[in-house]
Each structure stands twice: as C-alpha cells, then as structure tokens.
C-alpha cells in the first residue's frame, strides 16, 4: 500500500501543505494487507475434497470449496481461509526414472490416492450436485501454479500413469480433470520440492440446453508442502510486532489503519518514527522544498524525511497544476543523507524549469519496497 501527502510551489513561493494532518491524501495505489483478520483452517490429515458447487442463485453459479468430508456434518471451507498441508513424510525418492516427475533418486512430496495415517487424503469432487442439469462432465481447470517446484496430479492405471495435470511443460486447456456429476475421485498429488504453492482452479460446466459455460472464479489454493523455509520478518513487520505483539488485526496493525486516530496511518508512522499508539505532541518532521540555480532557470529541490531504520519504505514522487490532478508520476533519482537523530533526508530534484507564474503541486507517496 501507498499513502501520500502534498505540498505545494506557486509563483516563486513555497506553502507547504502539512498543518493539522489535512494535507494528507489517501494514494489509490492497489495493495494487499499481508496479514490475516482470522487465523486460517490447516487441514493435514483429514479426507477432503476440492468440491465443485453449483448454486443457481449465486453469482457466479460455480464455485470451488475445501470439503472436510471427516466432519459431520462435512464442513465447507473457502479456498481463501484454507491451507492444505503435506506432512514431511510425504517425501520419496523417485526409485527410477519417471518422465515427468523426475529422475531416479529425485525428491517427491506425494499425497497419495489412497488413505495413508497423518498424510491428507485429498481428492476433487462434484457431490450434491443435481442430475438432469448439466450438460456431460463439470471440469476441474489448473490454471497457474505459483511455489518453488513443480506440481502433478495422476492416477495409476494397468499400464502406467495417467496424469491430469502437470506443470512441468506449461499449463493449457490439457490440465484439467473431468468429474461426473454425484462424482467423487482421488489422486496422487505430487511436489517436486517442500515450500509454500499456491494453485488457481477454476470450474467449468454446461447446462443442457445451452451454448456458453458457466464458469467459477478462478479460485487459488494454498498448500503448505512441509518443510517450509525460514521466514525472515521485513524491517515493517518487526515493527509491527514490537509496538503490537501478538497483534493480528489488520484495523490496528496494517498499514493503512489509524489506530491512535491522529490521521496519520501506520505506514507514515513508521516511515517517519513515530508513535503509533499516541498522538504525538511534538511538530511533524515535514518535508520541504526549495528552489536552487540561476535566476531564470530555477528547479525545485524537495526533501522528505524518513526514520533510518525503515529501510523497507521508499518514497515516489508525483506532481501535477492542481491539487485534483491529473497526478504525474515522476522518475526522479533520490539521494539518501544523514538528517537529524535517527533520521535520514531523501531528496528529490525536478529538472523543469520553474516560471514566475507557475503553480506546481507535488505528491509524495510511501510505499514498502517490493509490494504491489
């Protein structure tokens, strides 16, 4: 996420807009909080099925639900809320070569299609569906596969292997799996790696009659192929953790929240080494601006403060002749110096020429570095 603030040239003067908080200005930029409001459903041993429901009421008709079938009542969970996990015994060693899973010796993490103790026995299902309304099959579509290694789905059959779906040489209209209805099916699930994988499904199906599909969203799922990797917290996260510990809402601790309602948010707060918990009394470090060169060929020179130790955070800089826009996006080189405390001063150089009689806005946004 960004947030941003404004200040302001006009005819040679500088006015910059950081009074009360009411310079502040909500940056529109897509985000995701990384942090979750609940904690989410792991499901490790238990039967469960990736189900395919049609409900003719909803929008779109056909989702993809996490079936805990050894609940009773089976229990329906959103992929959103759902880690499916493999335990670390679910690696072997392929004992030859096996075309497209690997060559001997290579490592595999496999949920098996048969039930096995403390391994999750996961299959793909169209159970509770009405007959008489589809025309044929309703397809199971992998649509991305998004971890550190490959992912196939198979079947044994007198013969060899029948595989479903396999990343290994890119994904097409061919990685899917057609699931009668009333239908219930189990496979191998294979990993060629352990770490974190995130696979998008999506349904497809057709009602007697008609000419369209009806499809699913495309509906992503997380699977927690044990051993994970170490997870290093960012500089913001660490953050986060000494000022809230053991705090997971995202109303308190995400970047966009206000929770001491000084109007200043979470991300400036830690950009600029502030309280998060207290309005702070003392003025706040603005940023400033100024003109340098020749008479005639004058060019803005804006600083922003940022706390040293939020080396997670970078600063982009916009501009535009209103204070409504249209906002510019400027490529600006920054240049970092020692400020004052535990502070440093980012300054930005604008190469155009300021008129007597210009107006220039410009927009400062923070924003952590690798994100959206």
Do not use: C
Request: no cysteine; charged share 20%; net charge negative.
């Amino acid at each position: 996420m960004s947030q941003a603030i404004t200040i302001r040239l006009r005819d040679g003067a500088i006015v910059s807009r950081w009074g009360w908080w009411a310079m502040w200005v909500l940056g529109a930029w897509l985000g995701s909080v990384a942090l979750q409001a609940a904690d989410p459903v792991i499901l490790a041993t238990e039967h469960v099925d990736l189900r395919i429901r049609y409900r003719p009421e909803a929008t779109p008709m056909l989702d993809i639900v996490a079936t805990n079938d050894d609940a009773r009542p089976p229990v329906d969970h959103p992929a959103t809320n759902t880690v499916l996990q493999a335990a670390e015994f679910a690696r072997l060693e392929l004992p030859g070569d096996l075309p497209p899973l690997g060559s001997a010796g290579d490592p595999i993490w496999v949920l098996p299609a048969s039930q096995k103790e403390g391994l999750l026995y996961l299959g793909m299902s169209a159970e509770g569906n009405p007959f008489g309304v589809f025309d044929g099959a309703l397809e199971m579509r992998l649509l991305s596969v998004d971890g550190p290694g490959h992912f196939f789905l198979w079947q044994a059959e007198l013969g060899g292997l029948q595989f479903w779906m396999n990343s290994r040489d890119g994904l097409g209209p061919e990685d899917v799996f057609r699931q009668s209805v009333g239908g219930h099916s189990h496979f191998d699930w294979g990993f060629t790696t352990s770490g974190v994988y995130r696979l998008t499904f999506q349904a497809v199906a057709r009602r007697l009659g008609e000419t369209t599909n009806l499809l699913s969203d495309p509906t992503e799922f997380t699977f927690h192929i044990l051993p994970l990797p170490p997870v290093t917290a960012s500089p913001f996260q660490q953050w986060q953790a000494s000022q809230w510990p053991g705090e997971l809402n995202p109303a308190i601790v995400g970047e966009e929240a206000d929770p001491d309602g000084d109007r200043l948010v979470n991300l400036w707060e830690y950009a600029l080494g502030r309280s998060p918990q207290t309005t702070d009394s003392d003025p706040l470090p603005g940023p400033s601006i100024r003109l340098e060169g020749d008479a005639g060929q004058l060019r803005p020179v804006i600083r922003v403060p940022r706390a040293a130790s939020a080396t997670d955070v970078e600063y982009r800089m916009e501009s535009a002749s209103s204070p409504t826009g249209p906002w510019l996006a400027l490529s600006l080189a920054s240049e970092t110096t020692p400020g004052t405390g535990d502070a440093v001063v980012v300054t930005f150089r604008d190469p155009e020429v300021v008129g007597q009689q210009s107006q220039v806005f410009y927009r400062v946004k923070a924003q952590r570095t690798n994100q959206p």
